[in-house]
């Protein structure tokens, strides 16, 4: 397989995002039918757009040929010239993106009969009105605007008493604030197989932590590989009841190949070590679970992003400030040892060991920088900071001169990040907290209380 030129799909496409981003509730709760490859395509492409366009008043537009350039549907002639997509072969895409449309949508069983059919359920859709002129070549989208949820939940974990409505979920004034995913969408459209697409959608979602990949067998046919639908699922006796299993290894192969055959263009590979591992029951697949090294090369801000000032649009990095917080907080730590009172919790005292990173330094705050990029929370990035000085300086004192970005930040930090909920589970009982059940961190010192 070629390898995809990232770069050069960037300086093509700069009219439109090239990342797709949107809230993780969104596949968790709305999916799409098994539609084909265009459709798909187009259909997620959509989403990247919507937090640019949409105002939550008057429908976006978008024409047939921004549809097919957001879709990636060129025709390569002899010559080796490209042309998008056109007259009839762009009018059967638009039919069958119209399906997609208005079947990406969130159904909830909340009764079933006997048999197992459903008794009581709801469905939403992502789009309120879908409107297709044939004449104009242009489709006007309306997102919902029903509720999904009474109240929302910050980034991390707080609620807020505010409804949660279906365009949240894509429109955001601050993406660091929610929990999300994101994605390539030139790699997404360069990967041939449909399949090979909503894997590497799901595992973007663990992209920093591949943990957490690991789903039942049935959930993962139904609603990632979308190669199994049941007789109880079927609303309509025409409906389709189609149960694809028996080629769930060969579907799998090829993803784990195309996916692994992703490059940037240096040369890179994107995603390294992927594979997938099948826990059982007894003889019987239970679940299925994804492995792979965490990546990001695959996103823009991987590609060129300034951390300092860009002296032709004189704007910085989204992320500069955050990454400077945290390697403050480096330098807070550096200052003080820890130790146990009589009570058994973790108090801080003057230490000797003062190394003070310089705040400008890009070498420092180029691993920090590169996770709030990739969608990591400021907040996680200060949790597993201070766990490792902790461990280190109280734990294991002969570790501390490993205490800096470049090795807290860099290949163990998944690792770091997995621990970090026993580390504090097994030091409940040692730290002091405020008022929340959350892990407290100010940005004076965790212990900076009467």
Same mark, same amino acid.
């Given at each position: 397989m070629q390898s995809f030129n990232l770069l050069s799909e960037l300086e093509n496409e700069e009219k439109f995002r090239n990342d797709v981003k949107y809230s993780r509730q969104l596949p968790e709760m709305f999916s799409?039918?098994? @539609?084909?490859a265009a459709s798909e395509n187009i259909t997620f492409a959509i989403l990247g757009e919507l937090r640019d366009r949409y105002n939550g008043k008057e429908p976006v537009t978008f024409s047939?040929?921004?549809l097919a350039e957001l879709g990636g549907l060129w025709v390569t002639r002899k010559n080796g010239t490209k042309n998008l997509y056109n007259g009839k072969r762009l009018q059967k895409i638009m039919y069958? %993106? #119209?399906d997609a449309l208005k079947n990406f949508s969130y159904y909830q069983v909340r009764e079933t009969n006997e048999d197992g059919t459903p008794k009581s359920w709801k469905t939403i859709n992502i789009f309120s009105i879908i409107d297709f002129d044939g004449t104009k070549k242009e489709v006007k989208l309306t997102l919902s605007d029903a509720v999904i949820n009474p109240h929302q939940v910050d980034a991390k974990g707080n609620i807020i008493d505010k409804p949660l409505h279906v365009y949240d979920l894509i429109n955001s004034k601050d993406w660091r604030t929610v929990k999300h995913l994101q994605y390539s969408r030139g790699i997404n459209n360069s990967l041939p197989s449909k399949y090979s697409k909503r894997i590497y959608r799901f595992i973007s979602e663990f992209r920093g932590f591949p943990k957490g990949?690991?789903? $039942? @067998? /049935? /959930?993962f046919d139904k609603k990632i590989l979308k190669i199994l639908k049941t007789e109880e699922e079927v609303f309509s006796k025409t409906a389709e009841v189609f149960d694809l299993r028996k080629n769930r290894k060969k579907y799998l192969e090829t993803a784990v190949k195309e996916i692994s055959d992703l490059k940037t263009t240096t040369g890179e590979q994107i995603v390294? #070590?992927?594979d997938y591992i099948y826990h059982m029951s007894g003889r019987r697949i239970q679940s299925i679970e994804f492995t792979f090294n965490p990546f990001s090369a695959d996103l823009t801000n991987n590609n060129g992003i300034s951390l300092t000032k860009r002296t032709s649009s004189g704007k910085t990095s989204p992320f500069i400030d955050d990454a400077k917080k945290v390697l403050g907080y480096f330098n807070y730590l550096s200052k003080i040892n820890f130790e146990l009172d009589k009570n058994g919790v973790i108090r801080h005292q003057p230490n000797y060991y003062n190394i003070q990173f310089d705040m400008d330094d @890009?070498? %420092?705050l180029q691993p920090i920088h590169k996770l709030l990029e990739s969608g990591i929370m400021l907040n996680e990035l200060l949790q597993v900071a201070e766990m490792k000085a902790i461990d280190w300086k109280l734990y294991s004192p002969q570790? @501390? #001169?490993n205490f800096r970005p470049s090795i807290v930040?860099?290949?163990?930090?998944?690792?770091? $990040?997995?621990?970090l909920m026993t580390f504090k589970a097994q030091n409940i009982d040692k730290l002091l907290y405020d008022s929340s059940a959350d892990f407290y961190i100010p940005f004076d010192g965790p212990w900076n209380k009467s």
């Open positions: 799409t039918e098994d @539609i084909n047939y040929q921004e069958e %993106l #119209n990949t690991k789903m $039942r @067998i /049935d /959930d390294k #070590n992927l @890009i070498h %420092l570790m @501390i #001169n930040f860099g290949n163990k930090f998944s690792e770091y $990040r997995a621990f």
